[in-house]
């Protein structure tokens, strides 16, 4: 959908051929010549506006688009730092009192053999060239179907990478936004399903830097937590999106093209393995929505391509001895090829691009693991740059912006055994932004 704008009806004026015309000729009178202007002033009101560009604003605009996810070391040189952060969050991988001591110690250890892991597929990360070229595109087709927020900033802020919440925070200043200058920000998540451990951790992240950069703005007499405007950005925030139809559509699409690789007569009896980041069960145990809506995009993909293949959810990446969900990707896909049933499809059905999960995990370990038993395992192609999956991001922000919501309601409701004041903290400040929406 794009704006329609007519250039004849942009261009309907009086030239200075016709206005010459009409001053050359005896009867022609400045009664005459006024009413030409005004009717061709009339005629410039009616027109069509143009589309707004990224130079252009709208009536609500700027603005900015902030791409949340985990992010990826881009070069070898860099998987210390990026493993340091991670298993430094206790948001993400719970450790107890001792987490940036074990933090830095497991990161350590684990670093050369993440570096061979990481040279293996090229030598970094491919997450952050896709995550900015998916903001950058997504951001053009909303200065078309959202003129009045346009023009729309793609930015990006990784969790444990370059760049991180805090370079992408500095760089909404020099562009503008905050430091008594207000504007409006949309954080959203490149998590689909929504977790305390992924988005809830970026959200936390964002928070905290934004209390640091522009100061807290709460107000004590508040329930709510956050004053009037004063020139800080106004924050919203898109934190999950399981089921929408586009995304839906995207992982289908690349599903049928992969099926369509194994002969007729087997087609229908393939097995789809939709595969997710596990998480440690200490964290499902607190009642994280995450496995619920994971199986939600799962089924919502299996009634738009019609139940015709068995399928089950699945889930990767466990690190460590203690319990996470189950079961585990590697098991399942050997153990259905021991039973006889070669022929799988693995759906990476929780991320967005690829990464070190899919190009190494999934890629050179399980299904090089599958292959040595017989197996007849092939991966469906990441989200990436599909065109339908980057319209459907842009069919979500247009959502959220024209809904007035800082949020949904499910961000707003904690966990059943959530202890961490600093999850509650951040969420009762995003939710408080509605007060300035």
């Not at 009178?29 to 009101?45: F, I, K, V």
């Not at 100061?215 to 004053?227: I, M, P, Q, T, W």
């Amino acid at each position: 959908m794009s704006l329609r704008t007519p250039v004849a009806r942009l261009s309907t004026r009086a030239s200075p051929v016709q206005i010459s015309r009409f001053a050359a000729t005896p009867t022609s009178t400045l009664r005459q010549h006024q009413h030409l202007q005004q009717h061709g002033a009339a005629r410039r009101r009616m027109a069509t506006v143009p589309p707004v560009t990224q130079d252009a604003k709208g009536s609500k605009g700027p603005t900015a688009m902030v791409f949340m996810n985990m992010g990826g070391p881009s070069t070898t040189d860099e998987v210390g730092d990026f493993l340091s952060r991670l298993f430094s969050d206790g948001d993400l991988i719970p450790l107890g009192r001792m987490q940036n001591y074990l933090g830095r110690f497991i990161s350590v250890r684990r670093t050369p053999k993440i570096q061979k892991q990481y040279a293996e597929i090229g030598g970094g990360s491919p997450i952050r060239k896709w995550s900015e070229h998916q903001a950058a595109e997504m951001c053009k087709i909303l200065d078309e179907i959202s003129p009045a927020t346009a023009p729309h900033k793609p930015y990006v802020a990784f969790r444990y990478a370059n760049p991180l919440t805090e370079d992408m925070y500095a760089r909404l200043f020099e562009d503008g936004f905050g430091k008594g200058r207000g504007g409006r920000a949309v954080a959203f998540t490149q998590y689909p399903q929504y977790s305390c451990s992924t988005t809830g951790s970026s959200l936390n992240e964002l928070w905290k830097w934004r209390s640091r950069l522009e100061g807290k703005r709460a107000d004590e007499d508040n329930n709510n937590g956050v004053a009037e405007a004063d020139g800080s950005i106004t924050w919203s925030v898109i934190d999950r999106w399981p089921v929408h139809p586009g995304l839906v559509e995207a992982f289908a699409r690349n599903i049928e093209a992969t099926l369509k690789e194994y002969p007729a007569e087997v087609r229908d009896k393939v097995v789809l393995l939709f595969s997710a980041h596990s998480l440690p069960m200490s964290v499902v145990n607190r009642g994280d929505p995450y496995p619920a809506e994971v199986a939600a995009t799962v089924y919502a993909v299996m009634q738009r391509l019609g139940m015709r293949n068995p399928y089950r959810l699945v889930w990767q990446s466990q690190v460590g001895p203690s319990a996470w969900l189950g079961a585990q990707t590697s098991d399942t896909v050997a153990n259905y090829i021991k039973k006889g049933q070669k022929e799988l499809v693995l759906v990476p059905i929780a991320f967005t691009s690829d990464h070190i999960e899919t190009l190494f995990e999934l890629d050179k370990e399980i299904i090089a693991e599958a292959e040595e038993l017989g197996g007849d395992v092939r991966r469906v192609e990441s989200l990436n740059g599909s065109k339908v999956f980057i319209r459907a991001l842009a069919d979500i922000a247009k959502e959220h912006l024209e809904s007035g919501l800082a949020c949904s309601k499910q961000m707003g409701l904690r966990c059943p055994a959530c202890t961490s004041e600093r999850c509650a903290e951040s969420k009762r400040f995003f939710a408080g932004m509605q007060e300035r929406l």
